[in-house]
T-cell receptor
């Protein structure tokens, strides 16, 4: 089955700096890769996703890149702000399958003002 | 608009006692339903998912079970809780025709087994 590894487990940056979180997956059939953000005490929420037919997707300060050959994908946050502090989860699945979304173990991002 | 309700928010139970967590979804039909457990350092672990009434798939062998008695109702149960069942339990749903895409999570239940 699919296995998703996420690094680092914790990340601390200064406000205004960039943050990068990396994930690798094992199943080459996986073609859908979402990222979820969970603020302290709140539910996880989807912030961005990418499908295997594209290599990069951007949404304002957030971008995700995908390297299918190497089976890894990354979340990039530019100009970080204190409100970006949260736990971020990557995940992988086979789009349209009746299987399940496999999550990484999460990265706790702290943005220091 | 669609909403997901999960209760209770917190629960403290003794070892060996039964468990019943309930989740309901409003505003959509035939959703895919999921139960996840979030333990420290282990991320989001899928426990069960369901693509229809009475259809339950289990991802990990454990002390828990799930049932879907109605289209928009998903229940997580245990006959006898173990200490290791402690954790944060999240119910989630996704649109039937877009399996695994955009999960909408409930607010979670913090379960402490003592």
């Amino acid at each position: 089955g699919e296995n998703v590894e996420q690094h680092p487990s914790t990340l601390s940056v200064q406000e205004g700096d960039s943050a990068v979180i990396k994930c690798t997956y094992s199943d080459s059939a996986s073609n859908y890769f979402p990222w979820y953000k969970q603020e302290l005490g709140k539910r996880p929420q989807l912030i961005i996703d990418i499908r295997s037919n594209v290599g990069e997707k951007k949404d304002q300060r957030i971008a995700v890149t995908l390297n299918k050959t190497a089976k890894h994908f990354s979340l990039h946050i530019t100009e970080t702000q204190p409100e970006d502090s949260a736990v971020y989860f990557c995940a992988a699945s086979i789009e349209g399958s009746q299987g399940n979304l496999i999550f990484g173990k999460g990265t706790k991002l702290s943005v220091k003002p | 608009s669609q909403t997901i309700h999960q209760w209770p928010a917190t629960l403290v139970q003794p070892v060996g006692s039964p468990l019943s967590l309930e989740c309901t979804v409003e505003g959509t039909s035939n959703p895919n339903l999921y139960w996840y457990r979030q333990a420290a350092g282990r991320g989001l672990q899928l426990l069960f998912y369901s693509v229809g009434i009475g259809q339950i798939s289990s991802e990990v062998p454990q002390n828990l079970s799930a049932s879907r008695p109605q289209d928009r109702q998903f229940i997580l149960s245990s006959k006898k809780l173990l200490l290791s069942d402690s954790g944060f339990y999240l119910c989630a749903w996704s649109h039937m025709r877009t399996t695994n895409e955009k999960l909408f999570f409930g607010s979670g239940t913090q379960l402490s087994v003592l």
